[in-house]
């Protein structure tokens, strides 16, 4: 007990005692996803972030604008890992663009994206 009255729980022990699993992307996949999104960053498409450390999934989510729904999501499911591939990125409608088992090889629809925002303003 604390002098609030409070109980001091061990870091450790709370995480062990914690029921549910919690799915997170590894310092890797969490890199590659950063250097796509800094490059679309740079290209003037994308804004803003946001990641969703979930008990089934982990989601990346990439916005235009902070007060808008997410244009892409970037999410790891591990269930899926040895079927369809644990990576997949979602589209703004729900539609899942590309699935495999490496987070680089999803990564690369982001890379006509690029090249969409580079034509619009003259570079290649």
């Known amino acids: 007990m604390d002098r609030s009255g409070g109980e001091v729980i061990a870091l450790d022990a709370a995480l062990a005692a914690r029921e549910t699993r919690v799915v997170t992307f590894h310092r890797t996949e969490l890199d590659a996803i950063l250097r796509s999104y800094s490059l679309m960053v740079g290209a003037g498409e994308w804004r803003d972030y946001a990641l969703d450390h979930l008990s089934d999934r982990a989601v990346f989510s990439v916005f235009k604008r902070a007060s808008e729904m997410p244009v892409f999501r970037v999410e790891k499911h591990p269930d899926l890992a040895r079927k369809q591939g644990a990576f997949l990125v979602r589209g703004a409608d729900g539609r899942i663009l590309k699935r ?15 090249k969409l925002a580079n034509a619009r303003k003259g570079r290649f």
């Open 100 to 114: 495999g088992h490496e987070v680089a090889a999803v990564l690369t629809v982001f890379e006509k994206e690029l």
